[in-house]
DNA sequence: CCGTTAACCTGAGAGC
DNA sequence: TGCTCTCAGGTTAACG
């Protein structure tokens, strides 16, 4: 579920809750997540101060006093639920979306600070944490990734390089994170709406325009979803508490058999499904 | 090396 | 109500 901008947001509020904060203890429910939990993790994070947090792609990285970094992806349907032990009826949804009620078989990671405690929930167990015992074991993990969008190397020179001859769709490169970190099927498919240019493009056929408008919409998009406070589409409740409204800006995605929002275009939205991945868009403006 | 497919999981919603 | 089927924001091993 979660790309680039959801997982920013997730960072943002996991900032202002824990950083700096001492996990006191830490219960494991499951540890089968998308790969098993570290045997360390336990040993690893308690006592540790949390010295600093950030973000990188899809990932959550958490830079421990102890010298170890913990990583932390949310695969399809990872969330992260605080709740306040003074408050115990109400959490503190710290995710990209609300949902009303913990699914509480679902709450596989528990970490526990002095006023807090941090549910790791997911129900697909898509998820998982890795662990890093020092600063080059975490960067030679990111060392497979490409830039993300916002990075001074996503260029044009590294998109003709990359791309050159390629007959693979741009839809898909888009989506291939060692090419370009971040982006998942939402802003893929709603950065090809803005760069006009049809998903199933072959990426050996761009022209130079093209690779411009992925550079600079690729960005704006983004941006524009983490202003909003990321997309929510599923278990969308008013409750108190944040819940991101960029699904409220989407052009292309899931708006299947309505009007191109583009003025003066008269095309209906397609859906398709391509690579196992749904598509969307408009097949009169973008070609 | 390149591109595609299937698999990993659970739950929601559609259609019957 | 309940069954079956499809689909979902991601990644990656395995295959041709």
Do not use: W
Not at 46 to 65: N, P, Q, T
Not at 165 to 182: C, P, R, T
């Amino acid at each position: 579920m979660p790309e680039l901008p959801e997982v920013e947001i997730v960072k943002q509020s996991l900032f202002k809750n824990i950083n700096n904060k001492i996990i006191k203890s830490v219960r494991i429910n499951n540890p089968n997540l998308r790969f098993k939990l570290p045997c360390n993790f336990s040993h690893v994070l308690k006592g540790a101060k949390i010295k600093y947090i950030k973000r990188f792609s899809k990932y959550i990285i958490l830079e421990l006093d102890n010298g170890f970094y913990v990583v932390l992806h949310l695969g399809m349907s990872g969330t992260i639920h605080i709740l306040k032990k003074k408050v115990k009826s109400i959490y503190t949804n710290i995710s990209f979306y609300k949902s009303p009620m913990l699914p509480k078989k679902h709450n596989h990671v528990i970490l526990f600070f002095d006023h807090i405690k941090l549910f790791y929930n997911d129900p697909r167990r898509f998820g998982f944490f890795k662990i890093f015992s020092n600063k080059n074991a975490l960067q030679s993990f990111f060392q497979n990734y490409g830039p993300e969008p916002f990075d001074k190397s996503f260029n044009i020179k590294y998109l003709r390089k990359k791309l050159y001859k390629k007959i693979k769709s741009i839809k898909n490169y888009l989506l291939d994170q060692k090419f370009v970190s971040g982006i998942g099927n939402i802003y893929a498919n709603e950065i090809l709406f803005f760069c006009k240019i049809n998903p199933l493009k072959k990426s050996g056929n761009l022209t130079k325009v093209d690779l411009k408008n992925l550079i600079l919409f690729s960005k704006i998009v983004l941006k524009k979803a983490i202003k909003k406070g990321g997309s929510s589409i599923k278990n969308f409740k008013n409750i108190n508490g944040k819940t991101g409204s960029f699904q409220n800006n989407f052009k292309v995605y899931d708006r299947e058999k309505l009007k191109c929002l583009r003025k003066n275009c008269t095309g209906i939205i397609k859906k398709k499904i391509f690579t196992n991945r749904s598509i969307f868009y408009c097949n009169i403006c973008q070609k």
